[in-house]
């Protein structure tokens, strides 16, 4: 049985942290390892992760010296696991129970080293708002105009991270940067067209940031594509204009 590493990045999310937790304890495939890198530098939340890391002698803890941000947490936590199978949840996401079993499954029926999974969009209610579809592939040409995968959905072989194809240190869009590489490289991006995850937004949360999006996602371009500043604008639109034909169509 292959072994699967969690990785999940903690930064003030004490209201949902358990919730997410006990998630991946729920799991009908129970051979993984979570591995929660602490980003906080305030320490108010410690005592509730450690009681956290006490529900279970598979989870870890890692605690940052300083806040590195999201994308090199996870390249932190990536780094001491010891699963052949890398899995990443978000700390105020939730996964349905039979999530790894599936998506295991899907993997090996296609032979493939990257999945990723349809998912639903709840607000901090659990409220449904509404559900994004998995597309079967994905490939470099298709994912530079639309970025059509939910990161605690995905589901990746270790050995496709290096110095490469790693998170990137941006505030938000850093998971687009790493599927982009690898879909560059030719790896082939398998979509499971199943809601296997809840993706919640909050009023707070740098993924609601609409301006800190926008700056980001030309960095995307221009910085780690090496698009020029003209193509990187319209690549900007052409991502912004998908963004809001697949939320409001």
């Known amino acids: 049985m292959n072994l ?4 999940i990045p903690y930064f003030k999310k004490k209201n949902y942290i358990k919730k997410a937790i006990i998630s991946v304890l729920r799991q009908t495939y129970q051979n993984f390892e979570v591995i929660i890198v602490f980003d906080d530098k305030d320490l108010s939340d410690v005592n509730l992760i450690n009681n956290i890391k006490k529900l279970d002698k598979r989870i870890f803890v890692i605690f940052n010296s300083k806040n590195i941000g999201a994308g090199l947490s996870r390249n932190k936590g990536i780094k001491y696991a010891k699963g052949d199978l890398i899995a990443f949840l978000d700390s105020d996401d939730i996964w349905r129970k039979n999530k790894l079993e599936l998506q295991i499954k899907f993997m090996k029926r296609n032979k493939a080293d990257f999945s990723f999974t349809a998912y639903e969009i709840i607000n901090s209610d659990i409220f449904k708002k509404y559900k994004r579809e998995a597309k079967s592939k994905l490939n470099y040409e298709s994912l530079i105009r639309s970025c059509d995968i939910g990161l605690s959905t995905v589901m990746m072989k270790k050995k496709l991270f290096n110095s490469y194809c790693k998170f990137p240190n941006l505030k938000t869009k850093e998971d687009y940067v790493l599927w982009l590489k690898l ?54 639109f052409l991502l912004s204009l998908n963004y809001i034909i697949k939320k409001f169509l």
């Open 4 to 7: 699967v590493s969690i990785i």
């Open 183 to 236: 879909a560059k490289k030719k790896i082939v991006l398998y979509g499971l067209n199943i809601v296997l995850t809840q993706w919640r937004t909050t009023n707070n949360s740098l993924s609601a940031n609409s301006i800190q999006k926008i700056f980001d996602a030309f960095s995307v371009y221009n910085k780690y594509m090496k698009f020029n500043f003209l193509k990187s604008c319209q690549s900007v």
